[in-house]
């Protein structure tokens, strides 16, 4: 009884996901983890608009939303 039950809920559950729906003690952790990952990822490096060379955050020039490596490449873009 307890059996089918608990298969029963797993196979709701699964239902309800499969559908769009969201667990938030299930989610909240895959989710987490997952800001994590493209946080750092972001933080790390951006590559240039113009030429492609990868900057650190720290390196790079922002102008209008976009990442410059230099600012010969920016000039380019002006
Ligand atoms: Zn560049």
């Keep these: 009884m307890w059996f089918k039950l608990l298969i029963l809920v797993i196979a709701g559950v699964a239902l309800y996901r499969f559908f769009g729906g ?24 951006s590559s240039c608009t113009v030429c492609g060379t990868y900057v650190t955050e ?3 020039l922002i102008y209008k939303k976009r990442t410059y490596c230099s600012t010969e490449c920016l000039e380019k873009v002006k």
Excluded at 22 to 45: M, N, Q, R, W, Y
């Design 22 to 45: 969201k667990v938030p003690f299930l989610d909240k952790e895959i989710k987490e983890s997952k800001e994590e990952h493209e946080f750092g990822k972001i933080e790390a490096t």
């Design 58 to 60: 720290e390196d790079a």
